[in-house]
């Protein structure tokens, strides 16, 4: 059992959250405090608790979130910093990062940015953008947020131009936040480490067994002991991290019955010198390791630590700190991955290791005949590490590491790689050369006693002949690899040169930034915002920055998700069982195994239905369990409840099902076009004449795009607890859901009861973003099923992997164009034709294709357009909403096309752009006038605050590193386009102590909506917010909502609100007139004893909406939001990396109603688009089975990936007067803004191209990810590994 399942379970400490049980979000983080015996010393490590075993915490003190403060007793000043920082929206990652900076502050007080930015590598958020809990935290840090001079080239942050940068600002110099409010930090307040775990600490220690129900857990107390034990047991695993043994048990199925875990033997965690180097335990944590590493790297001459400095430099991109805090050396070393970033630099190090057994010790030189195969390593069954030398460098001896991955913090390697190099004294002849490379195959290539500077292109050639890898090789990006493995060499010849440069010639000083490490500085920002006018009643609560309502309970842990309800008594838990074929007839499902797993009530599937197994938000075109056929991988196909999660897991897995499997298989948007798969209808938006504008053209281009789909990783993964109430089929639900009352209907319709039977009810979620819109019924349906069935409680909260394998995420497209455009890049004509992979079913894709297609044009005015949207219908999980439902993807061609114009025409990109741009008053290509039209607005003040023409001036262009800029509008249209969806309704008690119950029909998923609606009502009614309760959304309450989507809901509710509140103030008025001097308090009471109806009910309508798509005529949207940003990034040609070094963003968000909520949408937003642009990459093999589930290989933005430099400013004086209080939209507008950085890299590749003589347009497909910004940049290393021939092979992934 993990200390995670304690905590919860067991404990009902239910602040710890499960964000992904791998050690990959951080949601889990607690402070595990041990004495430390030999030193005398307490240590205070952060921690995973979804991999922490139970059994490894003996005499360990565990502190959680709910230990350190809470709203009722007294807060934490890291809970108290975080939540008025407004660095909590969903709050799901919050307690998490609470004890991450928690963990830190017990250990450094007054930590530096650095620890800071180190502690948080392991800590993901997906709604903030990371910006405000920096912001918030930074109070904490030694320099106050200062760079101290760590920002290259710029000085310092105190003393640069940009003085204010280190603030947050506004236009009227108030703060988002006040830090004077803070409580001070006082150490000595802090919870003690109990004593008398120090006294059991000193005892000697005993051996201790815990016989589990499949595994036994031996601590022995001895070396002797444990090697006596590893002689009985050879098979048996030991455990001290748990980070790859936890893994494997949990996802890859194994089962370890013995476990051995030699944390507390003292041999193992010693760290010793010797004659040649450092001789380190194999138990020691990376965290010491790198520790003892630093100490010395300090204390001795630079030549003997070159060996120690490549390691520091590895553990520095090596996972998070809670891994590196538990995880062990040994352990690296012995699961012998081929993608370990420590031992590459081990074997070409020659490190000596030393393992032992009951019979005795031996020592072996750590090369390549120690791994002997796929994860095996030449130890026998019987033996253990006892230890690792390190060895120190010598004159004349040159060391260098190189990690590559997707994401730079806490990412597997794409390749890794030590490279060792000693020369003949006082010589450039090499005596001795090793190339360790982890990630193609553990391989050493050595170079004889020859002039290492002479044989550079020899050696990249041998080289790309010795670093083949099977064009199916697993892992994919096999032509990436190859061309890394040789310019990673590049940058080590580079780095040797420049060391040696007495001897030799120095590295050219263009060359010179080849050899630079990738550090990013510490991250400073501006936020701009309008203030409320000075006369404005300071009861009144519209337009100030206040924090989310929950902000505090969130950061405390106290805030209840869905899974945090506690289990009812008879309660059980429900796990999946799905589909491992992507199309294919179900011939048999065997359950007797799983049925005799301990624990299981039933299994569920089709049979068990009693109402329809037909279901779908838009139109029933799915099934709740498969009935007789599946059509892709991770179709649920039926359920098992038993009384724990473990055991329901368990028996699920033993579920057998036959298939016969049934052609095609369509997985592909291009498997799709072959097939002619396409949903129905095809949509077509068309206006002006094609062939006048084409024949108007100085010149016409065709291009492609595809961009990649997204998952939307919430941290709280799909959750529902059903709970049947005994009597006419009545049902209750709590679930995490955007949707209600679609909820309700399609569990109504499953269950074959009327929707007035079944009650839905939503508190908050941990993060929805689209994912939670109409995919959260397909298990909400499934566990209300198996209640039905079983008559108890059921619940299930899916597993990180299954949540992805089954939910479906943003749509893939492709887009093919023919653009016709004048010689300066006035774009005249365009035919643009959109493909969507859509998946196995509908769902929303329809209206995901239409906005796609509403927004085609981006910001331009194109005179004669036609754009035409394909749904491909293929045998992948349905795809579904994500924040901006089709429209980034729309936008994100038109600037493709922009991109192209401006490379064929050898014009900026900037300024064509800016000739294309729309005007006031003009009309879209669906007819609609832009009024109120503000792009122009915010692209003089983008311009101006990002300093755009300077910075441009500016970039410097380095051979091998290439800075790029990019400036990109973005109009976004707002409302349902599905017309019935834009409603609302609110529902307002009045108590007779005053106090105000509210609820309407938005749900909370962290965006803000109760805080911004309490505000409304607030407002409206004259009373200060606390009066004002939001307790959830519930189906009795407010009927037949629509979902929390579109970016509408502050628009539709708001107005619902408003009606509501008006009506009671109607009623409330004689009242008021008999006692004008009287409080709220009275003239409620007033009201109730003269037996008036202080409950009323709101609801709202937009008007004037419809849209034909026959006549391309009427109105799709209410009004439309603006934006403009500015990005520059720097690329590394040599490894395709990439830094964002600036955004600007300018967004009209109307008058806003909360700032800092407004800010918080605009960061959280543009940072998920960093994520769809730049990094995240859904990987389906070509049978359609996703291996992208989980953190670990799906890599959202990490604190890490923010602008080095980002400001954000909210345009002032534009109201709008469509919207509640002249506000406007802000969810998903400011997403699209993101390809400001995509665009930005681009024009640092053209760059790139340009030094190989290429020139004109080319295609980048989205992400832009490393692979693709290194193969995009051709040199003479890509054309040592050519691609191999397509269709000649079955590559391990397909982009689908
Ligand atoms: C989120 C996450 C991120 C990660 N990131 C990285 C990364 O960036 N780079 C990287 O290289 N790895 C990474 N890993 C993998 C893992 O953390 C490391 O390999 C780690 O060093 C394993 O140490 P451990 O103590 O946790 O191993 P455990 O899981 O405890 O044990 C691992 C294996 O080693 C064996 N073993 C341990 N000690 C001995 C011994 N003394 N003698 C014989 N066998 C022994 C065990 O039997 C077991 O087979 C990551 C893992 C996770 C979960
Ligand atoms: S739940 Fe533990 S790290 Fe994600
Ligand atoms: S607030 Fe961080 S995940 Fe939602």
Redesign the pocket.
């Known amino acids: 059992m993990t200390l995670l399942i304690f905590l919860r379970r067991k404990l009902s400490l239910t602040g710890t959250k499960l964000g992904c049980a791998e050690g990959g979000c951080g949601a889990c983080t607690v402070m595990v405090s041990r004495f430390n015996p030999h030193h005398n010393q307490i240590i205070h490590h952060a921690v995973n608790a979804c991999l922490a075993p139970l059994c490894s915490l003996h005499h360990c003190a565990v502190t959680t979130v709910e230990g350190i403060g809470s709203v009722a007793s007294k807060l934490h000043p890291v809970q108290e910093r975080i939540a008025k920082a407004h660095g ?7 307690p998490g ?1 609470v004890m991450s900076m928690y963990a830190l502050l017990r250990n450094s007080p007054q930590p530096s940015m650095q620890d800071m930015e180190e502690a948080f590598q392991g800590n ?5 953008g990371y910006r405000p809990i920096l912001e918030g935290y930074k109070t904490f840090a030694k320099e106050g947020g200062c760079c101290r001079s760590r920002r290259k080239g710029n000085g310092c942050c105190l003393t640069s131009a940009h003085e204010e940068e280190h603030v947050t600002s506004t236009h009227s110099g108030q703060q988002l936040f006040d830090p004077s409010e803070f409580m001070p930090l006082d150490p000595t307040q802090e919870i003690i480490f109990p004593p008398e775990l120090i006294s059991l600490g000193k005892q000697p220690p005993r051996s201790l067994r815990f016989i589990g129900e499949r595994v036994l857990w031996i601590q022995p107390s001895s070396l002797n002991e444990l090697l006596e034990l590893k002689a009985v047991y050879p098979a048996a695993k030991l455990v001290v991290g748990n980070t790859e043994v936890g893994i494997e048990m949990k996802f890859k199925n194994l089962l370890y019955p013995v476990i051995l875990a030699p944390a507390y033997i003292q041999e193992l965690s010693s760290i010793q010198y010797t004659e040649n180097g450092i001789e380190f335990g194999a138990s020691v944590t990376l965290t010491m390791l790198g520790k003892k590493l630093h100490e010395e790297v300090n204390k001795l001459p630079n030549y003997r630590t070159e060996v120690f400095q490549a390691i520091l430099e590895q553990l520095r991109w090596f996972a998070g700190q809670q891994i590196r805090n538990v995880a062990a050396i040994g352990g690296n070393i012995m699961t012998a991955s081929p993608i370990s970033d420590l031992n590459p630099v081990f074997m070409a190090a020659g490190c000596k290791l030393t393992l032992t057994s009951k019979e005795g010790k031996r020592a072996l030189q750590m090369d390549d005949k120690f791994f002997s195969g796929y994860r095996k390593t030449a130890l026998k069954p019987e033996e253990i590490l006892l230890s690792i030398e390190i060895p120190y460098t010598k004159k004349g001896q040159y060391f260098s590491a190189f990690k590559q991955s997707t994401r730079k913090e806490d990412d597997i390697a794409t390749i890794t790689c030590g490279m060792n190099v000693v020369f003949q004294q006082g010589s450039n002849i090499v005596k001795d050369i090793k190339l360790s490379y982890g990630g193609i195959a553990p391989t050493t290539v050595l170079a004889t006693a020859t002039s290492f500077f002479e044989l550079m292109e020899d050696a990249c050639s041998s080289l790309a002949e010795e670093m083949t890898l099977s064009p199916s090789a697993p892992g994919g990006m096999v032509t990436y690899r190859r061309t890394l493995a040789i310019s990673l060499f590049f940058k080590f010849y580079l780095t040797v040169q420049h060391k040696l440069h007495l001897s030799v010639e120095d590295v050219k000083p263009n060359y010179a930034s080849a050899i630079e490490l990738f550090h990013v500085d510490s991250p400073t920002s501006v936020q701009l915002y309008q203030a409320v006018p000075p006369g404005q009643s300071t009861d009144d609560m519209v337009g100030r920055p206040i924090m989310h309502l929950s902000a505090l309970k ?1 950061a405390t842990g106290e805030a209840v998700y869905c899974d945090d309800i506690p289990q009812y008594e008879n309660g059980l838990y429900l796990a999946l069982v799905t589909s491992t074929k992507a199309h294919a007839y179900i011939k048999s499902i065997e359950t007797d195994d799983a049925m005799a797993v301990p624990g299981v009530v039933t299994f569920v599937s089709a049979k068990d239905l009693p109402g329809s197994n037909k279901t779908g938000p838009a139109v029933c075109d799915e099934t709740v369990f498969a009935d007789n056929k599946v059509t892709c991988v991770g179709h649920i196909v039926g359920a098992i409840v038993a009384d724990t999660q473990a055991h329901a897991q368990t028996a699920a897995k033993a579920v057998k099902i036959s298939y016969e499997e049934i052609q095609p298989v369509i997985i592909t948007i291009q498997d799709a076009i072959t097939n002619q798969s396409f949903y129905q209808p095809v949509r077509t938006i068309e206006k002006g004449d094609l062939a006048k504008g084409f024949h108007e053209s100085d010149n016409i281009l065709e291009g492609e795009i595809h961009i990649g789909g997204q998952d939307h990783f ?2 709280e993964t799909n959750c529902t607890l059903a709970v049947p109430q005994g009597e006419d089929g009545e049902m209750e639900l709590f679930v995490s859901t955007q949707s209600a009352s679609k909820t309700q209907a399609l569990v109504a319709k499953a269950l074959g009861v009327p929707a007035s039977h079944i009650v839905c009810r939503v508190k908050r979620m ?2 929805g973003f689209g994912g939670k819109e109409s995919r959260s019924t397909i298990l909400s349906t499934v566990v209300a099923v198996a209640a039905h069935k079983v008559k108890r409680p059921v619940r299930c909260m899916l597993d990180r992997d299954e949540d992805m394998l089954v939910s479906g995420g943003r749509h893939p497209f492709f887009g093919r164009y023919k653009v016709g455009f004048k010689k300066n890049g006035k774009v005249m004509a365009l035919d643009v034709t959109y493909y969507s992979n859509v998946g196995n079913s509908m769902d929303l894709s329809l209206s995901i294709m239409e906005r796609a297609l509403f927004h085609m044009d981006n910001c331009y005015n194109i005179p004669h357009i036609r754009g035409t949207g394909y749904m491909c219908k293929t045998n992948l999980p349905s795809n579904t909403a994500f924040r901006g439902f089709g429209g980034p993807q729309g936008m994100m061609v038109s600037e493709s096309w922009i991109s192209d114009v401006a490379l064929c025409c050898g014009v900026p990109a900037e300024q064509v752009r800016e000739i294309n741009l729309y005007k006031q008053g003009e009309y879209t290509p669906f007819n609609q006038c832009l009024d109120q039209f503000t792009i122009d607005r915010c692209w003089k003040e983008c311009v101006n605050i990002s300093d755009f023409h300077q910075r441009k001036a500016r970039v410097e262009q380095h051979r091998w590193t290439k800075r790029g800029l990019s400036i990109v509008p973005t109009k976004f249209g707002i409302s349902f386009t599905a017309i019935f969806l834009n409603q609302a309704g609110a529902l307002v008690h009045l108590y007779t102590d005053g106090s105000v119950l509210l609820t309407h029909g938005g749900t909370e998923m ?1 965006q803000g909506l109760h805080t911004k609606m309490i505000q409304v009502a607030s407002k409206t009614l004259g009373i200060p917010t606390s009066k004002i309760h939001i307790s959830e959304t519930s189906t009795n309450t407010v009927p037949n909502t629509s979902p929390t989507a579109a970016s509408a809901s502050s628009d539709l509710n708001g107005m619902a609100v408003y009606n509501a509140c008006q009506t009671l103030l109607q009623r409330l008025d004689p009242y008021k007139a008999r006692n004008p001097k009287g409080s709220w308090e009275d003239w409620v009471k007033a009201a109730y004893f003269d037996r008036v109806n202080l409950s009323a009910n709101g609801f709202y309508r937009t008007p004037d909406l419809g849209y034909d798509f026959e006549t391309n005529s009427g109105h799709p949207f209410n009004y439309f939001s603006y934006g403009v940003a500015v990005s520059e990034v720097e690329i590394d040609c040599l490894t395709g990396s990439h830094k964002n070094l600036h955004t600007s963003i300018v967004m009209d968000v109307g008058k806003s109603l909360n700032p800092a909520l407004d800010i918080g949408q605009v960061e959280g937003a543009f940072m998920q688009g960093v994520g769809l642009f730049t990094l995240e990459e859904l990987r389906y093999s070509p049978q359609g089975y996703l291996y992208t589930r989980g953190p670990g290989m799906y890599k959202i933005p990490a604190f890490g990936d923010i602008p080095t430099e980002l400001k954000v400013s909210l345009l002032r004086d534009a109201p709008n007067e469509k919207a509640i209080f002249s506000s406007k939209a802000v969810g998903e507008p400011p997403l699209f803004l993101a390809a400001s950085v995509f665009y930005a890299i681009k024009d640092a590749i053209t760059a790139a191209r340009a030094e190989s003589g290429l020139s004109g347009p080319f295609r980048l497909d989205s992400p832009a990810t490393p692979e693709r910004i290194r193969n995009a940049c051709e040199d003479k290393f890509t054309k040592l590994c050519p691609p191999p021939e397509p269709g000649t092979y079955t590559p391990w992934d397909v982009r689908v």
């Not at 909590?88 to 919050?94: E, I, K, L, R």
């Not at 993901?124 to 903030?128: A, D, E, G, S, W």
């Open positions: 909590s929206q969903c709050g799901f990652c919050t990062i993901l958020c997906r709604c903030t969130q919430y941290l941990g993060g962290g």
